[in-house]
Nanobody
Framework: QVQLVESGGGLVQAGGSLTLSCAAS????????MQWYRQAPGKQRELVAT??????NYADSVKGRFTISRDNQKNTAYLRMNSLKPEDTAVYYC??????????????????WGQGTQVTVSS
């Protein structure tokens, strides 16, 4: 099986920075995309950033402030968050999309979620 473990969340003042990490472990052959989502209290989970082999995409609300990156050798994704605002407060989740693994000759492709990490931005 595959596990995603996030780290790096915490409490920061408005204008500050944080870097989140998401490490995928298990018998992984490849990962098509890594994504970061967030969910604020009382709101739906929203896609924040995506990284594929073709590039990156961001939600308008974080464009220019957040940067997603990947280390494919380590199966790890990062989210560098700068100029944080109180409205960025949420639980941040990473998602590994199109994870390819083999069991013998059988090929599996699945998506996996991390457990989430809290980011709180104080005003």
């Amino acid at each position: 099986q595959v596990q995603l473990v996030e780290s790096g969340g915490g409490l920061v003042q408005a204008g500050g920075s944080l870097t989140l990490s998401c490490a995928a472990s298990g018998s992984i052959f490849s990962i098509n995309a890594m994504q970061w989502y967030r969910q604020a209290p009382g709101k739906q989970r929203e896609l924040v950033a995506t990284a594929t082999s073709d590039g990156t995409n961001y939600a308008d609300s974080v464009k220019g402030r957040f940067t997603i990156s990947r280390d494919n050798q380590k199966n790890t994704a990062y989210l560098r968050m700068n100029s944080l605002k109180p409205e960025d407060t949420a639980v941040y989740y990473c998602k590994a999309v199109g994870v390819v693994r083999y069991s013998g000759v059988t090929r599996y492709v699945d998506n996996y979620w991390g457990q989430g990490t809290q980011v709180t931005v104080s005003s």
